[in-house]
Structure formats: C-alpha cells, structure tokens
C-alpha cells in the first residue's frame, strides 16, 4: 500500500501563488506580518517587489488591496482567517464587496485545527460571516493540490473571492490525472445510494475515511467534496438528495452559516430531504492538539462514521 502524502492547504496557498505569478505580472501579495505562517513568504523569496508587508494592520491591508485592485493590480490580502475575515470584516464589506473590487483574500489557519493557539485565533465563523457579502465567492479546498488550483481560478475570477487554508496537514487526495477544478463545481469523490456526506475542507478526507467504514457495514456512502460553499452547487446537492434520500453534511466550521446552512437552503427550497449537519456546535474552540480536537468536536473518520450510521439507522 502507498504511504499517504500529507499537506497543509496554506502550503499550496503559497505555492500557487508562485506558479500564477510566474505567468501574471500584475498579482502582487499583501501580508499582515505573518509571511512565514501563511507561506506567502514563497512568494516574496521569489518575487520580493510584489510582495507588500502591511504589518500587524488587517483592516488597513484590506483597504490597500482594494486601491491596487483600482489601478488593475490581481492583490491577494493575507493573513489567519480570524483577522482576515473577524478583524477586517467592515473594510471587507464596505471597501471590497460593496464596490465588487478584484480582491482575493487567503485566509488560513482556520478552523479548531489550528490547535494550541486557542479558541481566540480557531476561527469557525468565517464562511458564515463571508457569505453574508454580496457578490463574495467563498473556496474552502480539501488538499494541497485543490489549494494550488484554487489560487489559478481565483486570480482567473474577475471579483471578490475568500479562500479558506489549514494549518495541519491532510491527506492529498486528488493528485489524479483527471481532477478538475471549477468554482461552483462539486466533485463527487465515491458514489453511494444509502446516504450523501457532503464536506468541505479538511474533513474531507476524513468522509471519505468514514465512507470505507461505513461500507464494511453495508452501508453505502456518497462522497462529494463541496470546495465551494458560494456560489454552491445546488444541482449537485439536489441530485445527491433525491438519489439516496439523505444527506449529512461536515465541516471544520460553526453548523451555523456555514455548509450545513448552505445545503439545508437549497434543500427546503427545491427538495426536502432529512439532513444532519457535523460541525462545531454553538460553541468556540479550545487549546490542544490540533489532532485530538478534530477528535473531541466528531470530525475525525472514525466520529463521523458513528455519527452517519446512526442517523441512516434511524
């Protein structure tokens, strides 16, 4: 059996960045001091003049990356995910949305994985505060190589775009000839008629671990990795819906405003289906092994295999 090849998605944050500015002249990445933690810092040793240190001022960052992206500048705004999207959200809204500037903002450590910084830098509200903005596109890859080819569409998109990295490294799962990658595009990784789990992010990797437990108990799983949570794939979802009859979703976020919420939208309006959501539960994180939390919050293989069964069982 080969060995399983783990990364975190800030890594191919970075490194997709370099490729696109290798071919782009007019990207130019924005950081908050946090060059080395969110691997922008591939980009400045390569392109050191495109590369902008706004210090340890988010919401200022914001605003400079709305003026570059006046003049015809492509600006990637960096930094965690609980600035970026908690700290800045006004600048976001009122600079970036509201004039539906070309500003794309990579927004990483997210989520509870992001382990013993604690409960206030794991943010799990991001997508929820995100999806709030008009016109804002939200990318939330599952590995190292769907963060490469998030960075491609996002700079291809003309307009505002929140992508969503990890810290810790997952599994890469879709280094395969045929992987394609397209904003608002579900990829079915497993079919299945009895249930479909559909996650985003980190826990991707981890249905499809529930999937091949799931299976040995003659439960058979549908596996779709919703990379995009806006716009979303609601054909995809309706379609998964009406062919196994329920739907489970996950994600290393709050169940409120976030995948679920999405899903569980498209569903009441277009096909009413009983659904679960898995997530973090009305509740802020907490300091410890990024590991062990995945485990105590249920996103681990093993809970969420427990927590599907029981609800086909039902």
């Known amino acids: 059996m080969s ?3 783990k990364k975190a998605t800030r890594e191919g944050y970075g490194a997709g960045l370099v490729e ?6 007019n990207l130019v990445v924005l950081d908050a001091d946090l060059a080395e933690a969110t691997k922008t810092n591939m980009f400045k040793k390569e392109f050191p003049e ?4 706004c210090g340890i001022a988010e919401s200022n960052m914001m605003g400079v990356a709305a003026g570059l992206a006046a003049t015809g500048k492509v600006p990637f705004a960096s930094s965690f995910a609980m600035f970026s999207a908690g700290r800045a959200f006004e600048q976001v809204r009122n600079s970036i949305g509201y004039p539906h500037l070309n500003v794309k903002i990579g927004a990483t450590h997210a989520g509870i994985s992001v382990g013993e910084d604690g409960a206030t830098h794991q943010c799990n509200e991001d997508i929820a505060l995100m999806r709030t903005i008009p016109g804002m596109v939200i990318i939330n890859p599952s590995d190292y ?12 998109y003309v307009g505002p775009c929140y992508l969503r990295f990890g810290r810790l490294a997952v599994p890469v799962i ?10 608002g595009k579900a990829v079915t990784l497993r079919e299945g008629t009895d249930v479909t789990i559909i996650a985003t992010g980190l826990p991707v990797s981890t249905s499809l671990e529930a999937a091949e437990l799931l299976a040995k108990d003659g439960i058979s799983a549908k596996v779709i990795n919703m990379h995009t949570i ?6 995809a979802i309706i379609a998964a819906a009406k062919e196994t ?3 489970v979703t996950v994600e290393e976020h709050s169940v409120i405003g976030g995948l679920g919420s999405a899903v569980c939208s498209v569903l009441s309006e277009n096909c009413p289906t009983l ?3 898995i997530g973090v539960y009305d509740r802020f994180g907490e300091s410890g092994p990024a590991t062990e939390l995945i485990k105590k919050y249920g996103l681990d293989g093993d809970s969420i295999y427990k927590s599907v069964k029981e609800f086909v069982q039902k």
Do not use: L, S, W
């Not at 495109?50 to 240190?53: A, C, E, G, L, Y």
């Open 174 to 183: 879709n280094d395969r000839e045929d992987y394609k990658f397209e904003i």
């Open 230 to 235: 806006k716009p979303i794939d609601e054909e």
């Open 245 to 247: 009859g329920k739907v």
């Open 50 to 53: 495109r590369h902008i240190d």
């Open 275 to 277: 659904v679960k959501k």
């Open 145 to 156: 190589v769907e963060a490469i080819e998030a960075v491609k569409a996002a700079y291809e």
């Open 3 to 5: 060995e399983v090849i």
């Open 20 to 25: 696109v500015g290798k071919a782009h002249e």
